[in-house]
């Protein structure tokens, strides 16, 4: 065989394994898309999170003193 020839298969191989490659990629994102769609149609709509009255009217006047004393101590160094 000559070298031409054994270019010429390489090239075509080549091409032949990335239009496979391409091929399996498009048919996978196209598959993925589809199930996302699907998945967000039977989710049914989304509700954000409600917080709790006694998590937002919590006191914070300890963390406040403990914060204000680690950074007057990191300052005093």
């Known amino acids: 065989m000559a070298v031409s020839d054994l270019l010429l298969q390489g090239v075509n191989l080549m091409l ?9 990629l498009a048919i996978l994102v196209v598959a993925l898309t589809g199930m996302s769609r699907l998945a967000a149609s039977l989710s049914g709509p989304e ?15 300890e963390l406040i003193a403990v914060i204000s004393a680690a950074i007057n101590r990191y300052r005093s160094r």
């Open 16 to 24: 032949l394994g990335m239009g496979i490659v391409f091929t399996f």
């Open 47 to 61: 509700t954000p999170p409600t917080v709790a009255a006694s998590d937002a009217e919590t006191d914070d006047t």
